[in-house]
């Protein structure tokens, strides 16, 4: 379809004509109508976007109207779809008209699009093809430990990784006060060493930067204090290799092992409670948010702007919660867990501080989701927070130094 007849279309003539017709019955019965003014925004709107609402009513929207209404844009076919609705495709096509884009292109600036009630819903990924997940032939898969006084406890870790499916490991000291560092430096691993304390948060920014900068395709998370099976990499990395998933968590819940490991019944008993709220107010049905032992696809950690969450524990929740923003599929495998002396650094007094502190983070989601308070953190991609000069240091994907593959600071 030339793009001029694409931007003068009515909004639901132009979505029915792309086969998107439940996308069209919707934005039929929004009443409220807002203009989009400027070119400011229009700057992210390179995706296409549906609603949640498509999947949760059992009508997904046909992965047939996607290809040509992506060629009419200028788009990737591989599309992540999150916030800016139909508003999006009608202002980019009118956009691209006026700007002579399209052949014959003349659109109306005029032009009313949906705006609030269209946009209440949380963002989804709506699977298109191969290239959607597609991994290279040989996927380089990096394990990153954030690591602070692990030294009784980071060889046994270290011996358990299976080296013919791992490819480097990065060890992210935070100013240990023990042998870490050199038991790290005498197993060969990468070590970072920071000039100061920067907390386990902090830590991980680091990890998955280094991890970025040497080419992983696929990261995982690995607390050296042998609480976790390390010989479960394998199986937690499977779902992102095959395609099904972008971060994979090993719960300790999953299969009941968790008091079976030794975990304290107040740490059980606030993990649950906390991974209920979250699920609530993520929309998830996941047996546990707080594990030491995860794996993230590149695409997920080129995506999500990790680096303005916390530098405290609750970085693991902010990440959860960002993966949902943009949405990201996850998925988890059941792990056992090992509680002694040495396994946790988190006491209870940090535990109850942590607590709140997801709490607070699911307060932000929500009205960000409403539209109440809009969060960066849950809208900018990494690109945008790292800049164009770092971009091609820690980016990879085209998409994402573009914001093609999440909602880069969409305006609502």
């Known amino acids: 379809m030339a793009l001029g007849a694409f931007a003068e279309k009515e909004q639901t003539g132009l979505l029915a004509a792309f086969g998107l017709d439940l996308v069209a019955q919707q934005l039929a019965q929004v009443q409220h109508l807002d203009p989009v003014c400027g070119d400011s925004t229009l700057e992210t709107h390179d995706r296409l976007t549906f609603h949640e609402a498509d999947r949760a009513h059992g009508k997904p929207v046909p992965p047939a109207g996607l290809e040509p209404a992506a060629k009419a844009l200028g788009v990737p076919c591989s599309i992540h779809l999150s916030y800016g609705g139909v508003a999006s495709i009608l202002a980019r096509a009118r956009h691209r008209a006026q700007t002579g884009a399209g052949a014959g292109a003349s659109g109306s600036a005029g032009t009313s699009v949906a705006h609030a009630r269209a946009w209440r819903f949380r963002p989804v990924v ?31 870790t270290y011996n358990d990784i299976p080296r013919d499916v791992v490819d480097h490991i990065i060890l992210v000291d935070d100013v240990s006060q023990d042998e870490t560092v050199e038991i790290a430096q005498r197993l060969g691993l990468k070590v970072i060493v920071h000039i100061q304390n920067r907390g386990y948060g902090g830590n991980q920014k680091t990890c998955y930067l280094e991890a970025l900068k040497d080419g992983a395709d696929v990261v995982v998370m690995l607390h050296p204090d042998y609480q976790y099976d390390s010989r479960l990499v394998p199986e937690l990395i499977a ?32 993990n649950r409670f906390l991974t209920i709220v979250e699920n609530m107010a ?36 902010q990440v959860i919660a960002q993966a949902v923003a943009f949405g990201f599929e996850i998925t988890e495998v059941p792990i056992p867990t090992r509680y002694f002396a040495e396994a946790s650094s988190v006491n209870f007094r940090n535990s109850v501080a942590y607590g709140f502190a997801t709490l607070g ?19 900018q991609n990494l690109s945008a927070v790292i800049g164009p000069h770092n971009a091609a240091t820690f ?15 969409v305006k609502r």
């Open 126 to 156: 709506l699977e298109y093809g191969a290239e959607k997940r597609s991994m290279p032939t040989e996927p380089k898969v990096v394990v990153v430990m954030p690591a602070y006084n692990a030294a009784r406890t980071l060889e046994k």
């Open 239 to 270: 779902p992102i290799l095959e395609g099904r998933a972008d971060l994979v968590l090993g719960s300790r819940l999953l299969n009941g092992g968790a008091r079976a490991g030794g975990m304290p019944i107040w740490r059980y008993v606030s």
């Open 282 to 317: 993520l929309g998830q049905h996941l047996s546990e948010c707080h594990t030491g032992f995860r794996a993230y696809s590149r695409r997920l950690l080129e995506t999500i702007p990790f680096l303005l969450n916390s530098d405290k524990f609750v970085f693991d929740t």
């Open 395 to 409: 980016l990879r994907t085209p998409g994402a130094s573009t914001g093609l593959h999440g909602s880069q600071h």
């Open 361 to 379: 983070t699911m307060a932000r989601y929500l009205l960000d989701r409403w539209s109440v308070a809009p969060s960066p953190q849950f809208r």
